[in-house]
């Protein structure tokens, strides 16, 4: 006699999880089993995986026809995560297991041959939408740190499959998931390392203050790199909400979910040679790259001109969108990428154009050709130029003086993040629209008729225009003054170094 069983168990799209029925079909014929429904390579070797499981647990394997659908047909599985709930349906669909919590429950976890639960990646999006429907979620014990920090929801571990049949039989209760404690927190560098430069911090403070994108330019070893990696140092905590963002990234990555990065702003650091791919993501099943892995954090690009043209064009959109689409024939995702821009470049081929203690060896048309290779569409999408000079050997060699650390200018940059929060509801300075932006700047006509002059003598973008105005009402926050004064324009447009080269 023909029996079936239904188990729910989630897919991954993306950062979402659609729901996915696991139908399996038990009835008369010669011994075998299929799956339809789109199943990649890894979910068709199943099969062997669950069939070993079910029989190293000392459980029947039915010696009848299977047939599993994973519906919706038309959306592809992949991956070992649909192990645990194959491995279900077919015990229940059996009798071995009782089917009365299966319409409350979500399973996913990959299989080992003797029956033990495995980690997978991309839990916490399912999580997510297990929460939202109300649904308890059973994962591999691996896994149950991650499901635990979503608190709305009910998540259950599981070691064996065993386990999973003795709570199903309610012979046993499984362990609710537990939020693991941080630890090796790696610590963050303190941008009181950084002997002087004193207007490349001052434009640190600002970029993390209003969410601005940098670029630093300079002679080798003036510390350009050793700034940019103090950036996050200095970035207010992330929200309960962002975190879950860059964590369900994070998950999905090849990178995997670490807890110790809970709440700390993501930094990426891609090498030069990466690919369009790398940076924006792709593949036949699309993944996130590292725009989306910098997600409400920072993207720093060192050497920015010996990247590809081709690879640092594809950054314009999502820099004025925060989110990137990657279309296939098959299919089509989503990434969020709201991340800040931090780059760095040398002024010329050989590093040392404009530097007052060596000569410049190149030839006009060598700098010319050098600067070419980032596009002016993007530099007119990076608020601030700033010029790192070289620092004297003397002051390399005084001892440190009484300079600020990161927690200082932390406290600056929070407030004046929180002002912004408020004020824009819920955006950063950087992120404001045109018509916002009037809502927000007050500013005097005859201030504003002098920042036209600028901008009308320095041949501007309108767009460029727009990012001098938020700059500057960046810098009155970190004064917390509701007016944009004189010397605020005049110090957001003094971060223009390439406009007036």
């Given at each position: 006699m023909a029996k079936l069983a239904v188990v729910y168990s989630r897919a991954q799209s993306g950062i979402d999880a659609p729901l996915v029925r696991v139908e399996v079909h038990l009835s008369r014929g010669l011994p075998g089993l299929s799956i339809v429904g789109l199943p990649e390579t890894a979910v068709k070797e199943s099969k062997d995986r669950v069939r070993a499981a079910i029989l190293n647990s000392n459980l029947e394997f039915p010696q009848q026809r299977i047939t599993i659908n994973l519906a919706p047909a038309d959306l592809p599985k992949e991956g070992g995560r649909f192990d645990l709930p194959i491995a279900i349906g077919i015990l229940v669909a059996s009798g071995q297991v009782s089917s009365d919590r299966l319409t409350e429950t979500e399973f996913v976890?990959?299989?080992?041959?003797?029956?033990?639960l495995r980690t997978i990646r991309g839990v916490l999006p399912v999580a997510v939408k297990s929460a939202e429907n109300n649904r308890v979620l059973v994962v591999p014990k691996d896994n149950g740190a991650e499901s635990a920090l979503i608190s709305e929801g009910v998540n259950k571990t599981a070691d064996n499959l065993l386990q999973v049949c003795a709570w199903l039989n309610q012979m046993d209760d499984l362990p609710n998931a537990v939020k693991a404690k941080r630890f090796n927190i790696k610590p963050i560098a303190d941008i009181s390392e950084v002997k002087g430069q004193i207007q490349a911090k001052r434009a640190l403070e600002i970029a993390a203050a209003g969410g601005h994108n940098l670029l630093f330019i300079g002679p080798p070893g003036t510390g350009k790199t050793m700034l940019a990696s103090r950036m996050r140092g200095i970035m207010p905590p992330l929200t309960e909400q962002q975190a879950l963002e860059t964590a369900a990234i994070a998950s999905i990555s090849s990178k995997g979910f670490d807890i110790n990065d809970w709440f700390v702003p993501p930094y990426r650091n891609p090498h030069h040679s990466a690919s369009a791919v790398a940076l924006v993501g792709g593949g036949s099943n699309p993944?996130?790259?590292?725009?989306?892995?910098?997600?409400?954090?920072?993207l720093f690009l060192d050497e920015l001109p010996e990247f590809s043209r081709q690879v640092l064009e594809v950054l314009r959109e999502p820099i004025e969108s925060g989110k990137v689409t990657i279309s296939r024939a098959a299919r089509q995702a989503e990434f969020p990428a709201n991340f800040q821009l931090i780059a760095a470049m040398n002024p010329c081929p050989c590093g040392y154009f404009g530097d007052k203690e060596r000569v410049c060896s190149c030839s006009a048309m060598q700098i010319e050709r050098y600067r070419a290779k980032v596009s002016g569409p993007l530099?007119?999408?990076i608020d601030m130029h700033v010029e790192v000079a070289r620092i004297p050997y003397k002051d390399l060699r005084k001892p440190g003086k009484s300079v600020e650390n990161s927690d200082t200018l932390r406290k600056r940059v929070t407030a004046a993040r929180e002002i912004q929060l408020q004020r824009n509801l819920?955006?950063?300075?950087?992120?404001l629209g045109n018509k916002d932006l009037e809502r927000v700047i007050h500013i005097s006509e005859d201030n504003l008729q002098m920042l036209e002059g600028i901008v009308e003598k320095l041949k501007l973008s309108a767009r460029a225009y727009h990012r001098i105005l938020k700059l500057s009402r960046t810098i009155a926050d970190l004064e917390h003054s509701e007016i944009v004064e004189k010397h605020h324009l005049l110090e957001a447009v003094s971060y223009r170094c390439l406009d007036r080269a």
């Open positions: 976890g990959e299989l080992s041959l003797g029956g033990q993944k996130p790259g590292e725009i989306s892995l910098s997600h409400f954090g920072i530099l007119d999408r819920g955006q950063t300075n950087a992120q």
